[in-house]
């Protein structure tokens, strides 16, 4: 399989046949634009997943011999498709459908022959090996289960545990439940909820958001937050636009011109969490990081009311000059270039450092950063603090920064540290 690509974004794939030696290329596709992956073959049948006329995904079979017209075999869904592997002379898709994984088995026509049961709301991913392996292997994990590896049975269909971790605390004791929720323009906006089986009443809450970059914010497991959960906190995840969870589309709008979605979407969560007794009613947080750093900032300024703590990690903070530093330029996709009027408005009207203003009263804060990021430079939220501590002054709500030394945005860390960070937000946020 040759991939060319001479300039701009278009592509030219072609295959080679490794039993003819000399034998010419063969085209597949010439002058592609969209995004495509072969998924494997069957002789000079090629499987191949592409965006191409589905923004959602769909999967051609394409004839390297016979020059016939591309046919469809699984066609674009309601929900975006994730991956698919050709395991055992059958096509495994993953979907993800409402930001939660399923799995579906199809013969190499697009015939649906089965769906592979998962242990309960989660991620899958995996499912790799050659298309005449008897069996391949897939991890899921959820917010209640660390990765456990599944080996699934192409012959049976059957999925049986392959190994999994030992584990301090039963997984079946903490629920993982999906509601959904209208935002400010009526968009149905789904979210996550982890807590304590059995748990009445409100409670204390962390509301988790992202909402960028095309990045899905699907259900992966963290020890911290089963920490929190176990004594009686709450630990939601809202799946606000600007991320990949309902495909191209949900990014799209929650980007550029479209970024006051994101924090609508993410207000909106709060206000359904207290209204429908989730979220004790002084006892909501916000928590990001990265762009959700700038998301937690950002709401803040437009709703202090609402949240009773927040904790902005790594933000970026001023979107004035974020550009100027480091690798914030590749980020104009996704906020906008302030040196078009436009776009400068735009982030004007949300930088988390420009929109502080004094007498909102902001609940208690403490800003994370990093003394050697050099993703998100600490000077966003070094700027972000002093402003905020010049405007509030010394008041009954304490507004911290947390710098750590020596560290950087997050990747690497090593694992003294990260229990450390957790420990004092979560304590803080407590």
């Known amino acids: 399989i040759i991939s060319t690509s001479l300039a701009g974004d278009e592509n030219d794939v072609h295959v080679v046949d490794l039993a003819r030696p000399g034998s010419k290329p063969i085209a597949l596709f010439t002058g592609l634009t969209n995004q495509w992956g072969i998924v494997g073959n069957e002789g000079s049948r090629f499987y191949v997943v592409t965006d191409k006329g589905a923004p959602l995904k769909q999967v051609l079979a394409v004839d390297a011999v016979k020059r016939i017209a591309p046919v469809t075999i699984i066609p674009e869904a309601k929900q975006a498709l994730d991956d698919v592997s050709l395991i055992g002379g059958k096509l495994i898709a993953s979907y993800l459908v409402d930001a939660k994984s399923e799995a579906h088995v199809y013969d190499l026509e697009g015939k649906q022959l089965s769906t592979i049961a998962l242990p309960g709301i989660g991620s899958v991913g995996g499912f790799n090996g050659r298309q005449n392996d008897p069996e391949t292997f897939f991890a899921f994990t959820s917010f209640n289960r660390p990765t456990t590896l599944y080996r699934y049975d192409a012959a049976t269909g059957q999925a049986t545990p392959w190994a999994s971790p030992k584990l301090t605390f039963d997984p079946e004791t903490i629920s993982v439940e999906q509601r959904f929720y209208p935002s400010k323009d009526g968009t149905r906006v789904p979210m996550f909820i982890v807590r304590k089986k059995g748990t009445a009443g409100p409670a204390p809450t962390m509301l988790y958001g992202y909402g960028g970059f095309n990045a899905a914010m699907t259900p992966s497991f963290n020890p911290a937050n089963i920490a929190w959960v176990e004594r009686g ?18 990014h799209d709008a929650g980007r550029l011109a479209n970024k006051q979605n994101v924090f609508d979407d993410f207000i909106a969560a709060g206000e359904f969490l207290k209204k429908n007794g989730i979220a004790a009613p002084k006892g909501l947080a916000a928590i990001g990081r ?17 949240f009773d703590a927040v904790a902005p990690g790594v933000g970026v903070m001023d979107m004035l000059r974020f550009d100027r530093f480091t690798a914030g330029r590749y980020w104009v996709d996704d906020y906008g270039h302030p040196d078009k009027e436009a776009d400068f408005k735009t982030l004007l009207a949300y930088s988390p450092y420009h929109n502080i203003k004094g007498g909102r009263a902001y609940p208690p804060l403490i800003a994370v950063t990093a003394d050697t990021d050099d993703r998100v430079v600490p000077g966003h939220s070094f700027k972000y603090m002093a402003k905020l501590q010049a405007t509030e002054g010394v008041g009954s709500a304490p507004h911290l920064i947390r710098i750590d030394t020596r560290s950087g945005h997050g990747s690497g860390k090593p694992i003294t540290k990260i229990i450390e960070e957790y420990s004092d937000v979560y304590s803080f946020l407590g």
């Open 233 to 250: 906190g709450v630990y939601v995840v809202a799946n606000i636009r600007g991320g990949s969870e309902y495909g191209n589309a949900w």
């Open 290 to 306: 990265s762009n959700g750093g700038l998301l937690v900032g950002a709401v803040t300024n437009q709703r202090p009311d609402l």
